[in-house]
C-alpha cells in the first residue's frame, strides 16, 4: 500500500496553503499576469524592463487663432486659451504593483492559470477525484487481489476527498485502521463507513451538483454483498463528472 502524504505548515497543494495551527487549508492570492503593453490606472506594463511605465500625456491642443477683423470694423484681437498641462506623474517604484480590480469573493476554489494559453482554468474537486468503473471496483479487483484492493481503494477514496476540499478532514490511514483492524471491535468499520459516506455528501454539495449520497445506505449495503463500495463509488463519479 502506497504511503499517504504529510503535510506540514505552509505547503502549498491545488492552489491552497496548510495552516498547521489552524488545522485548515486557506486559498492562496493569486495576481493576475500581465502582458507586455497592458496599460492600467496609467501605466503601462514593458515585459522588457520587467516594470509600469508611466503613459505619457497628450499633448495640450494647439491655441486658436486670432479673429480676422472685418474691413470696416476694427475687432480686438482674442486673446489664445490657456491650457493647463497636468504635472507629469511621479515615477512608479520597482516594487510597486498597480491597484487591481478585486476579483469576485463568491468563488470557492481559486483558478490557475494556463501557462500555454493564458486561459484561466478553474481547480475543483474533479480534477482530484477519479471517476472508477463500479463494477471493477466492487468485485473484479477484490476478487483478483483476494480482498486487497478493497483496503487500497478506501484509502484512496478518502486521500482524493481530503485533498479536493479544504473543509473535508480526514486521515486516510487512520480510516483504514477503523475498517480492517477494527473489525475486531465490531463497531468502528461501520462507524468509519458512514462518515466516508458523509465526506462524498460533502464533496457533492460543494461541487454544485446536491448531496445525493447517503451514509446510512452505504452502511446498510455492507451487509449484501458489499455493495457499500459499489454504491460509494458511483456517487463518487457524479463529482468527477463534472
Same mark, same amino acid.
Given at each position: ?46 515585459? /522588457?524592463?520587467?516594470?509600469? =511605465? %508611466?503613459?505619457?500625456?497628450? *499633448? &495640450?491642443? $494647439?491655441? @486658436?487663432? #486670432?479673429?480676422?477683423? +472685418? ?8 486673446? /489664445?486659451?490657456?491650457?493647463? =498641462? %497636468?504635472?507629469?506623474?511621479? *515615477? &512608479?517604484? $520597482?516594487? @510597486?504593483? #498597480?491597484?487591481?480590480? +478585486? ?8 483558478? /490557475? ?7 484561466v482554468v478553474p481547480a475543483g474537486p474533479a480534477n ?115
Amino acid at each position: 500500500m502506497a504511503d499517504q502524504p504529510i503535510y506540514s505548515d505552509g505547503d502549498i497543494v491545488n492552489g491552497y496553503r496548510y495552516d498547521a495551527s489552524r488545522n485548515e487549508w486557506l486559498p492562496v492570492p493569486t495576481a493576475p499576469a500581465y502582458q507586455d503593453g497592458d496599460v492600467v490606472n496609467g501605466y503601462r506594463y514593458s515585459a /522588457a524592463l520587467n516594470e509600469w =511605465v %508611466p503613459v505619457a500625456a497628450a *499633448p &495640450p491642443p $494647439p491655441p @486658436a487663432p #486670432p479673429s480676422v477683423p +472685418a474691413p470696416t470694423v476694427a475687432a480686438p484681437s482674442v486673446p /489664445a486659451p490657456s491650457v493647463a =498641462v %497636468p504635472a507629469d506623474p511621479p *515615477p &512608479p517604484s $520597482p516594487y @510597486a504593483i #498597480p491597484a487591481m480590480v +478585486a476579483a469576485p469573493a463568491g468563488a470557492l476554489v481559486p483558478a /490557475a492559470a494556463n501557462p500555454a494559453s493564458g486561459a484561466v482554468v478553474p481547480a475543483g474537486p474533479a480534477n482530484v477525484i477519479k471517476r472508477r468503473n463500479v463494477l471493477v471496483v466492487w468485485l473484479l479487483l477484490p476478487l483478483v487481489t483476494f480482498g486487497i484492493y478493497h483496503w487500497y481503494w478506501y484509502v484512496k477514496i478518502n486521500s482524493e476527498l481530503r485533498d479536493s476540499n479544504p473543509r473535508i478532514d480526514v486521515k486516510p490511514f487512520l480510516a483504514w485502521v477503523a475498517l480492517v483492524p477494527g473489525a475486531f471491535l465490531l463497531v468502528p468499520p461501520f462507524i468509519t463507513m458512514y462518515n466516508t459516506g458523509k465526506r462524498i455528501a460533502t464533496a457533492q454539495a460543494d461541487a454544485g451538483i446536491g448531496a445525493s449520497c447517503s451514509p446510512v445506505i452505504g452502511v446498510l449495503l455492507m451487509f449484501v454483498f458489499g455493495l457499500n463500495s459499489l454504491y460509494y463509488q458511483s456517487e463518487l463519479n457524479k463529482i468527477a463528472a463534472v
